[in-house]
């Protein structure tokens, strides 16, 4: 009889446990006063020059609870109307009340919003918090706020390519801080890019790497001319006149050159498929040009290096056609950026000046303009 009594009340005390488990897993937690967010602007005009000062300050009052609970927070943007179906958040540590969001920092969650940059947006902005899965929210803020699109020149990482042939491309000889730049699109520390050579004589045709627009840090050949760098090597020395694309790994030390003079083919043109128009570099615009090209409507072109097929630049994918004016991306496909064989064509026939800038690896540009 003991041993059954025994049982029975483990059993019992079973139960209770089991009960009070369930229980606990029942409580739901309670907000005890709601978060208050506060910002010191309604207007915000984003700017990538100012692009690492404060663009707005919040301030905020947290949320309690009628537990003990150890919260995140997170500003959260979404675009009015939307009800934060789509949003983006900035993170801030649990013992901050007050952050500012820098303009490179705004400027980034409009653009995973998908706000349209140089105009107006009407966002709304509150305070989240979070404790395990269960998040509340604050008091909602509209803003106005107007962001930039991000100069390339500015979002990549570059380095610099002085040398004696700068001066004659609209540059400055041997001058780190004037000279063209090569870029690196995947920030990888792997660098490519173009620059124009006009004259061998003297040091009309050597060049290095430098660095930081200086020359502590610089990379020349190393002596073996066989596209190995070393610290402050040798001047590498182009051996024609022309437009080289260069590559460069960096923390490699290797680079290579080679020859890339473009121009214009397609039955869109006067000479069809069979012959190319080159172009010119201005070094007053640091472009190449054709000055003017007869393009029909009808037919497509692109573009190719050293009239062969190894370098071309096309749209990224499917045919495209140009506007009169319009500056578009243009892709080079030896470097994959090119799925297919695609081409260009005009929407309307006539005269046109066609223009491209390579200054920049990261978003080579094309513009045709009607005559």
């Given amino acids: 009889m003991k041993h059954i009594f025994r049982i029975l009340a483990i059993a019992f005390i079973g139960l209770l446990v089991i009960s009070c488990e369930k229980d606990e897993d029942q409580a739901i937690l309670g907000e005890t006063s709601k978060g208050k967010l506060t910002s010191d602007k309604s207007a915000v005009v984003l700017n990538e020059i100012t692009s690492g000062d404060a663009a ?3 301030n905020w009052v947290k949320p309690t609870f009628d537990v003990a609970v150890v919260p995140t927070q997170q500003i959260e943007f979404g675009i009015k109307g939307k009800n934060f179906k789509e949003s983006a958040g900035f993170d801030t540590t649990n013992d901050l009340t007050a952050s500012p969001i820098t303009h490179a920092q705004l400027n980034a969650i409009m653009f995973s919003l998908g706000a349209t940059p140089g105009i107006v947006n009407d966002i709304e902005v509150r305070l989240k918090t979070s404790v395990g899965s269960a998040a509340f929210y604050s008091n909602v803020l509209e803003v106005k706020i107007t962001p930039y699109t991000p100069n390339p020149d500015i979002s990549y990482p570059k380095i610099n390519v002085p040398g004696g042939y700068a001066g004659a491309a609209g540059y400055t000889n041997w001058d780190p801080g ?3 730049n090569l870029f690196s699109p995947e920030k990888d520390g792997k660098y490519r890019g173009f620059i124009y050579i006009t004259d061998l004589t003297g040091e009309g045709g050597q060049y290095k790497f430098a660095i930081n627009q200086g020359w502590p840090g610089n990379k020349g050949d190393d002596g073996t001319n066989t596209g190995k760098l070393k610290d402050d090597g040798a001047n590498i020395v182009a051996p024609t006149i022309g437009t080289y694309y260069l590559k460069v790994d960096w923390p490699g030390n290797t680079y290579s050159s080679v020859a890339a003079n473009f121009g214009i083919i397609g039955d869109a043109t006067p000479t069809g498929w069979n012959s190319d128009t080159d172009f010119v570099y201005n070094p007053a615009t640091k472009k190449y040009e054709i000055a003017s090209i007869q ?8 573009f190719r290096a050293n009239d062969d097929w190894t370098m071309k630049f096309q749209p990224a994918s499917a045919d495209q056609t140009l506007t009169s004016g319009s500056s578009v991306v243009t892709y080079l ?7 297919g064989d695609p081409n260009y064509k005009v929407d309307v026939a006539g005269n046109y000046k ?6 920049n690896s990261a978003n080579y540009r094309l513009i045709v303009t009607k005559l």
């Fill in 56 to 58: 707005i300050n919040f």
């Fill in 354 to 359: 066609v223009e491209l800038d390579l200054h």
């Fill in 333 to 339: 496909s030896s470097e994959n950026t090119v799925t």
């Fill in 295 to 302: 393009l029909s409507a009808s037919g497509i072109f692109k």
């Fill in 178 to 180: 004037s000279s063209p």
